[in-house]
């Protein structure tokens, strides 16, 4: 599977129609997600109307954890089998995981104040989370720092690797340590304890940003081809001359 | 969802004492997307425009 998905010419042909059904199927899911979660979903019974920030923070921090998953799977798949667009794909995931994680912090931050009276606790699951943000900006600075790209990947996989200790932390931290944030009400054991008129907006939700990940991926590693194929060129050119 | 109009909503949405908290969000949340689309329809057609400018020559 991996030696039929690591053909970057296959990639392009497969994401050249990927891509516009991804796209269009994440407007249409914040078509109906937005206005969805924004007036027409129930407010909480405790926290009124300000619950209605948790659909746009909670997919923001599921993803912003679900994509340094995947970029770390991809860093492993690079290290170990060379596979030729594992490190594209973990870089192209970089920069929207960072931005999923930051709006994850401010609008958790927009949330905090009026449920907890203040903007920023150092509780462990708001500093993990900033530790997975400051994770990714490492990440991209290491790409960005380093000239021949071979090394930078490798050690830019490495890092990854490393930082994906925290995924757990992130997840767990609320049930580990005493927190101000609330421990978990959706992925737990014994189901969910939310009502499904504040589940279905918030899957949709959820279903939204992944599609829009999914399409920003796929743009982010097509680019990234396309500029690894005028470098190759300009060195082929640099070598004849 | 229930059977207020979008304007209920909005309106009884907007005279919450939490609103100032609830909008930026929301705007935020947009003005995201919009700059990572943004930046990936830039990044995808520089570069695709350069491949094939290199691919001609």
């Known amino acids: 599977m991996f030696a039929y998905f690591a053909n970057p010419e296959r990639f392009m042909r497969i994401s050249a129609w990927?891509?516009?059904?991804?796209?269009?199927?994440?407007?249409?899911?914040?078509?109906?997600?937005?206005?969805?979660a924004f007036l027409f979903a129930p407010p909480d019974f405790r926290q009124g109307e300000s619950a209605r920030i948790m659909f746009v923070h909670v997919p923001a921090a599921w993803?912003?954890?679900?994509?340094y998953t995947f970029m770390a799977i991809a860093s492993?798949?690079?290290l170990v089998w060379r596979h030729a667009l594992a490190d594209v794909a973990a870089r192209a995931a970089a920069p929207i995981g960072a931005a999923?994680?930051?709006?994850?912090?401010?609008?958790g931050s927009f949330w905090g104040q009026p449920t907890w009276g203040t903007w920023w606790e150092w509780d462990a699951r708001l500093t993990s989370m900033l530790v997975l943000f400051l994770t990714y900006v490492g990440y991209l600075a290491l790409w960005a720092a380093i000239e021949d790209e071979t090394r930078a990947a490798r050690l830019a996989a490495i890092l990854c690797l490393a930082g994906f200790i925290n995924i757990p932390i992130v997840h767990f931290?609320?049930?580990w340590w005493n927190s101000l944030h609330q421990t978990a009400s959706i992925i737990r054991s014994g189901g969910s304890s939310m009502d499904k008129s504040m589940m279905q907006p918030l899957l949709m939700m959820a279903g939204a940003y992944l599609a829009a990940f999914a399409a920003l991926l796929m743009a982010g590693m097509r680019a990234e081809v396309f500029r690894r194929r005028v470098s190759a060129a300009a060195l082929r050119r640099a070598r004849a001359s | 969802m229930s059977d207020a109009t979008w304007f209920d909503s909005l309106a009884h949405?907007?005279?919450?004492?939490n609103w100032g908290y609830i909008w930026p969000?929301?705007?935020?949340?947009?003005?995201?997307?919009?700059?990572?689309g943004l930046r990936a329809v830039l990044l995808l057609r520089r570069w695709e425009a350069r491949a094939k400018g290199v691919e001609k020559t």
């Open chain 2, 13 to 17: 949405l907007m005279a919450d004492k």
């Open chain 1, 63 to 67: 993803w912003a954890m679900g994509i």
């Open chain 1, 173 to 175: 931290s609320v049930d």
């Open chain 1, 18 to 36: 990927a891509l516009p059904i991804a796209a269009a199927l994440a407007v249409l899911l914040f078509a109906i997600g937005l206005p969805w």
């Open chain 1, 100 to 107: 999923y994680a930051a709006l994850c912090l401010i609008t």
């Open chain 1, 76 to 78: 492993f798949t690079g």
């Open chain 2, 25 to 36: 969000c929301y705007a935020l949340a947009v003005a995201t997307f919009a700059l990572l």
